[in-house]
């Protein structure tokens, strides 16, 4: 996993509430064995119209805004499936941070997994940012994990909150499996004391 | 301490937990599916790891699959690649695998419960959202993006912190024509898509006692779509003899010996819940989606809302957005909507029980003219049962599609799709946009209001079907 440290890029609007992963990546796009390759289907429906060509009003379609990396959103983002190729399709486009008011569970836990940093920050300061983030060439956004801090175009400063353990797994790039991997005396131990304690559970060897 | 059933069942599991209140939890079956694993093996190959206990895994195919004809293999070849990756990696990992052509195959969370591998008081997980519809048997189960299933093929554990805990409570008794489709879209219209965020919903009272299985299922399905990873459902007599017998269930003395442990599996008379939310089930109506998304969802009887009516401008601006791609108009009565295509399948209606609601309905009807109708059975079994009790004559006597098992038009990866316009009544679980092809239009229902939609050739309200 990419580690995610400091981040200054520009900064895309897009204040909807409720957006689901269908909108993020439709279904028929996770028809794919990779990871990468996604990011030009990334909200296929709100980027081009029914002959694909790009809608010009979607604000991935228009300059600056192409090359975002920052995305800031209204309630409830990622809500839906599990699908990873949400995250992975935000990635491929090149957005490494999301900034909304709340965020849908497995969303927000895939973003970790992939080096994307999900910021809760309230509706009002999220409406700001929104604002800030329609400058246009000048909609660039500083968010430092390090100090949890967001950094406005005018030099004020918004602190964020964030779990500390995904803290840590963000900043240093952790490969959560290897470290789980270390453990393998501990779950070994608790699988002998879960198998006596439930010999009910038995293997699915056909 | 009195404990909730999310304390017993999650305490059991833990491994480890750290300082900062992270668990390591142990999982005891992991359910794989063809379109959110190709990824997770690549990983374990790539870092040359193995899968822990493929004796606690099991694979399957469903959301690509077609439901026509299948014995000349699979046309698209997308499809095609992704479903021979999974045997690939299943073979090449030595994982337990329910392929195409077996009759056991069909959705992973209609085959999970019907095989017996989904179990009172385990850990579940596979990476697909809907997973909570295990919890409806007092599983701890939920979804889980790919990065995960690798960690859990990998190490057989998850890291997690635990979820705060919610009570719905449904008092009475359901009405006439008024199934667990209804209460569970009834329940989302209250609390909102992002009601359960971070919770697990358990459900209880006398409606949720009630219910079969089917239901219980149908209930703990949807609860993602309230936001919430889990649904619970503590396991009584009804649970019991549902797992009874099935094949990989405990046997014997050894199924005896769970259901004593099983019955302590409920939350404690003064157990504490953050939040708790109670209904009265007897106000509860056969329930349409007029929007898109399940919290956009009203009484049959009603009208469609006016955005004009919500006093937050950002609701209003949101409403007018679903009325638009719904095409639809402030006060159109919802059982005047004309619809082209009825769905009758999917995780959340995919049952025999399901089907046979539908039947009853279609008995001596015909599907309207102009309207295709599909019933997709959830699982080979359960296609089998139906044929065995006639259901698919009655069906397509009255004009009804009969497939093979898969999630089809729930999620529309295979050719089953609507097209751009099209109106369906779906007794699958998500209306959003372009969730059953691009520009379709998705009214989310139960099974018998499905059928009746059908023969009407409208939404309609079932209990004229009487
Ligand atoms: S039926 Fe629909 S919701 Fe259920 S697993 Fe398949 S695609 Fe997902």
Known sequence: MPPFTSLTAIAAPLPLANVDTDKIIPARFLKTIARTGLGVHLFDALRYDEHGAERPDFVLNREPYRAAQILIAHENFGCGSSREHAPWALLDFGIRCIIAPDFADIFHNNCFKNGILPVRLSRAICDALIADASLGPNARLTVDLESQIVARPNGETVAFDIDPSRKRALLLGLDEIGETLQRASAIAAFEGRHRAASPWIPGLAS | ?466
């Open chain 2, 1 to 466: 301490m009195a404990r909730t059933l999310f304390e017993k069942i999650w305490q059991a599991h833990v491994v480890e937990q750290m300082p900062d209140g992270t668990c390591l939890l142990y999982i005891d079956r992991h359910l794989v599916h063809e379109v959110t694993s190709p990824q997770a093996f690549e990983g374990l190959r790539v870092a040359g790891r193995q899968v822990r206990r493929p004796d606690a895994t099991i694979a399957v195919v469903d959301h690509n699959v077609p439901t026509s004809d299948r014995s000349q293999g699979i046309a698209e070849p997308d499809s095609r690649v992704q479903i021979e990756t999974l045997e690939r990696n299943v073979a090449e990992f030595g994982v337990p695998f329910l392929p195409l052509h077996d009759t056991r195959q069909g959705i992973v969370h209609i085959i999970g419960p019907e095989q017996g591998i989904s179990l009172p008081g385990t850990t579940i997980v596979c990476g697909d959202s809907h997973t909570s519809t295990h919890g409806a048997l007092g599983a701890l189960a939920f979804g889980i993006g790919t990065s995960e299933v690798e960690h859990v093929l990998a190490t057989q554990t998850l890291l997690q912190k635990p979820a705060k805990n919610l009570l719905v409570r449904v008092d009475g008794r359901l009405s006439p024509g008024v199934t667990a489709k209804d209460l569970v879209l009834a329940i989302i219209g209250r609390i909102g898509t992002a009601g359960g965020t971070g919770h697990v919903i358990e459900y209880a009272g006398e409606a949720i006692e009630a219910l079969d299985m089917a239901g219980r299922f149908t209930v703990c399905n949807m609860s993602i779509e309230a936001g919430a990873r889990a649904g619970l459902i503590a396991p009584d007599e009804t649970t019991f003899a549902y797992v009874r017998g099935r094949p990989f269930a405990p046997q014997g003395e050894a199924f005896e010996a769970a259901v004593q442990h099983w019955r302590s599996l409920r939350s404690d008379p003064d157990a504490v819940f953050d939040k708790t939310i109670v209904l009265d089930a007897a106000t509860v109506a056969p329930m349409v989606t007029w929007g898109t998304n399940p919290e956009a969802v009203l009484p049959i009887h009603e009208t469609v809302p006016d955005p004009r009516d919500a006093e937050d401008p950002a609701r209003r601006q949101a409403m007018q957005r679903m009325l638009d791609y719904m095409a639809l108009t402030p006060g159109q009565a919802l059982a005047q909507v004309p619809i082209d295509v009825v769905f009758i399948g999917s995780c959340t209606n995919g049952r025999i029980e399901d089907i046979r609601e539908a039947a009853r309905v279609a008995r001596g009807r015909r599907v309207a003219p102009g309207v295709r109708a599909l019933v997709v059975p959830g699982s080979g079994l359960v296609k089998r049962q139906a044929e065995a009790e006639g259901l698919d004559r009655i069906l397509t006597e009255a004009g009804f599609e009969w497939r093979e098992p898969g999630c089809s038009m729930c999620i529309a990866m295979n050719p089953d799709r609507l097209a751009p316009g099209q109106r369906c009544a779906s007794t699958s679980n998500r209306n959003f946009e372009g969730r059953q092809g691009p520009g379709g239009r998705t009214h989310l229902c139960s099974p018998a209001m499905a059928a009746a939609a059908a023969v009407a050739g409208r939404l309609a309200d079932v209990r004229e079907f009487a």
